[in-house]
């Protein structure tokens, strides 16, 4: 939704993956919000917090919403859950240039998990973003 909790955490995950893997100069990777809550504001703290105890860095990252050209300039864009999904693909019908990104659930990636969302943990406690990353990490 605005970017600061689950989102920029998938970004750090799959960049450390990347990277271990030797791919980052063939993919790029960026995270969005569906809002504009946050734009322009660092990651959650307890998120920060939590990914640094896995070895992810989230410092460098800042709130943006997705736009209508990141669905044309990527590949994949991975939605958290449901609702942003809806959102993404509502903001593909729009006039404009084609959509070349294949709009997906992160966790359509993860056996078991297709078609389920990632639980959102704002509202929660810390294990939430534990959790976050136990999913992402697999996905």
């Given at each position: 939704m605005g970017n600061i909790?689950?989102?920029?955490?998938?970004?750090a995950v799959l960049k450390s993956q990347l990277q271990a893997a030797g791919l980052t100069d063939r993919v790029t990777v960026d995270s969005?919000?569906?809002?504009?809550y946050h734009i322009g504001q660092a990651p959650d703290p307890r998120a920060v917090l939590a990914?640094?105890?896995?070895?992810?860095d989230l410092s460098s990252l800042r709130g943006r919403q997705v736009t209508r050209v990141d669905l044309t300039r990527f590949d994949y864009v991975l939605a958290m859950d449901q609702d942003?999904?809806?959102?993404?693909?509502?903001?593909?019908?729009?006039?404009?240039?084609?959509?070349?990104?294949?709009l997906r659930l992160v966790l359509?990636?993860?056996?078991?998990?297709?078609?389920?969302?990632?639980?959102?943990?704002?509202?929660?406690?810390?294990?939430?973003?534990?959790?976050v990353l136990d999913l992402l990490e697999e996905a």
């Open positions: 909790c689950r989102s920029p955490t998938a970004e969005a919000g569906t809002h504009d990914a640094q105890l896995r070895g992810f942003n999904l809806a959102q993404v693909k509502k903001l593909s019908r729009q006039p404009g240039e084609k959509v070349r990104a294949e359509d990636f993860l056996p078991g998990h297709e078609g389920q969302s990632v639980p959102d943990p704002y509202f929660g406690g810390d294990v939430g973003f534990t959790h």
